[in-house]
Nanobody
Framework: QVQLVESGGGLVQAGGSLRLSCAAS????????VAWFRQAPGKEREFVSA????????YYADSVEGRFAISRDTVANTVFLQMNGLDAADTAVYYC????????????????????WGQGTQVTVSA
Protein backbone atom coordinates (compact mmCIF):
# COMPACT_ATOMS: atom_id res chain seq x y z
CA GLN A 1 0.00 0.00 0.00
CA VAL A 2 1.10 3.58 -0.57
CA GLN A 3 0.05 6.94 0.80
CA LEU A 4 0.31 10.05 -1.35
CA VAL A 5 0.67 13.64 -0.16
CA GLU A 6 0.54 16.55 -2.61
CA SER A 7 2.06 19.96 -2.00
CA GLY A 8 3.10 23.05 -3.89
CA GLY A 9 -0.24 24.49 -4.85
CA GLY A 10 -1.12 28.12 -4.38
CA LEU A 11 -2.18 31.36 -6.01
CA VAL A 12 -0.25 32.53 -9.06
CA GLN A 13 -0.76 35.13 -11.74
CA ALA A 14 -1.46 34.15 -15.31
CA GLY A 15 1.77 33.32 -17.09
CA GLY A 16 3.42 32.21 -13.87
CA SER A 17 4.75 28.84 -12.75
CA LEU A 18 4.24 26.38 -9.94
CA ARG A 19 5.86 23.06 -9.08
CA LEU A 20 3.67 20.43 -7.49
CA SER A 21 5.08 17.53 -5.51
CA CYS A 22 3.57 14.16 -4.74
CA ALA A 23 5.41 12.45 -1.91
CA ALA A 24 4.79 8.76 -1.35
CA SER A 25 5.27 6.49 1.61
CA UNK A 26 6.49 2.94 1.19
CA UNK A 27 9.63 1.33 -0.12
CA UNK A 28 8.07 0.01 -3.34
CA UNK A 29 6.99 3.30 -4.89
CA UNK A 30 9.22 2.60 -7.87
CA UNK A 31 6.79 -0.20 -8.74
CA UNK A 32 3.98 2.29 -9.32
CA UNK A 33 3.06 4.45 -12.24
CA VAL A 34 1.93 7.89 -11.11
CA ALA A 35 -0.40 10.44 -12.62
CA TRP A 36 -1.71 13.91 -12.00
CA PHE A 37 -5.38 14.73 -12.40
CA ARG A 38 -7.26 17.94 -11.78
CA GLN A 39 -10.81 18.88 -10.97
CA ALA A 40 -12.32 22.32 -11.34
CA PRO A 41 -15.58 23.27 -9.61
CA GLY A 42 -18.55 21.73 -11.37
CA LYS A 43 -16.39 19.68 -13.70
CA GLU A 44 -15.29 16.09 -13.86
CA ARG A 45 -11.82 15.02 -12.81
CA GLU A 46 -9.55 15.17 -15.84
CA PHE A 47 -6.22 13.64 -16.72
CA VAL A 48 -3.20 15.93 -16.75
CA SER A 49 -0.09 13.78 -16.99
CA ALA A 50 1.35 10.36 -16.12
CA UNK A 51 4.80 8.87 -15.76
CA UNK A 52 6.11 5.34 -15.95
CA UNK A 53 7.96 3.54 -13.15
CA UNK A 54 11.35 4.42 -14.60
CA UNK A 55 10.36 7.91 -15.64
CA UNK A 56 11.21 7.09 -19.24
CA UNK A 57 7.66 7.32 -20.56
CA UNK A 58 5.34 10.23 -20.00
CA TYR A 59 1.85 11.14 -21.14
CA TYR A 60 0.25 14.58 -21.25
CA ALA A 61 -3.19 15.94 -21.91
CA ASP A 62 -3.33 18.08 -25.04
CA SER A 63 -4.26 21.09 -22.93
CA VAL A 64 -0.97 21.02 -21.01
CA GLU A 65 1.45 19.57 -23.58
CA GLY A 66 4.46 21.86 -23.89
CA ARG A 67 3.66 23.78 -20.70
CA PHE A 68 3.75 21.09 -18.00
CA ALA A 69 6.47 18.56 -17.28
CA ILE A 70 6.20 15.49 -15.08
CA SER A 71 9.22 13.87 -13.50
CA ARG A 72 10.07 11.57 -10.62
CA ASP A 73 12.83 11.14 -8.10
CA THR A 74 12.94 7.44 -7.35
CA VAL A 75 15.28 7.90 -4.40
CA ALA A 76 13.07 10.51 -2.75
CA ASN A 77 9.83 8.68 -3.64
CA THR A 78 8.46 11.87 -5.12
CA VAL A 79 6.80 12.80 -8.39
CA PHE A 80 6.80 16.39 -9.58
CA LEU A 81 4.64 18.42 -11.92
CA GLN A 82 6.32 21.55 -13.20
CA MET A 83 3.65 23.89 -14.51
CA ASN A 84 4.63 26.84 -16.67
CA GLY A 85 2.60 29.36 -18.61
CA LEU A 86 -0.35 28.96 -16.30
CA ASP A 87 -3.69 30.49 -17.20
CA ALA A 88 -7.10 30.71 -15.55
CA ALA A 89 -8.23 27.47 -17.21
CA ASP A 90 -5.63 25.62 -15.13
CA THR A 91 -7.36 26.58 -11.88
CA ALA A 92 -8.38 23.37 -10.12
CA VAL A 93 -7.60 21.00 -7.31
CA TYR A 94 -4.71 18.83 -8.46
CA TYR A 95 -4.50 15.22 -7.33
CA CYS A 96 -1.79 12.65 -7.72
CA UNK A 97 -2.70 9.01 -8.18
CA UNK A 98 -0.75 5.77 -8.26
CA UNK A 99 -1.13 2.21 -9.42
CA UNK A 100 1.21 -0.71 -9.02
CA UNK A 101 1.50 -2.27 -12.45
CA UNK A 102 4.03 -3.76 -14.83
CA UNK A 103 3.97 -1.09 -17.52
CA UNK A 104 2.28 2.14 -18.49
CA UNK A 105 -0.33 2.14 -21.23
CA UNK A 106 -3.06 4.47 -22.38
CA UNK A 107 -5.16 3.05 -19.54
CA UNK A 108 -3.26 5.63 -17.50
CA UNK A 109 -5.55 8.35 -18.80
CA UNK A 110 -8.54 7.02 -16.85
CA UNK A 111 -9.13 7.98 -13.20
CA UNK A 112 -10.63 4.56 -12.52
CA UNK A 113 -7.32 2.92 -13.35
CA UNK A 114 -5.68 4.10 -10.16
CA UNK A 115 -5.82 2.53 -6.73
CA UNK A 116 -4.36 5.28 -4.58
CA TRP A 117 -5.06 9.00 -4.43
CA GLY A 118 -3.75 11.96 -2.52
CA GLN A 119 -5.91 14.57 -0.83
CA GLY A 120 -5.29 17.22 -3.49
CA THR A 121 -3.70 20.64 -3.62
CA GLN A 122 -5.43 23.80 -4.82
CA VAL A 123 -4.00 25.72 -7.75
CA THR A 124 -5.56 29.10 -8.47
CA VAL A 125 -4.47 31.22 -11.42
CA SER A 126 -5.56 34.84 -11.42
CA ALA A 127 -6.16 36.61 -14.71
Amino acid sequence: QVQLVESGGGLVQAGGSLRLSCAASGRTFNMYIVAWFRQAPGKEREFVSAISKSGGTTYYADSVEGRFAISRDTVANTVFLQMNGLDAADTAVYYCAAKRTLSITTDAYAPGFYDYWGQGTQVTVSA
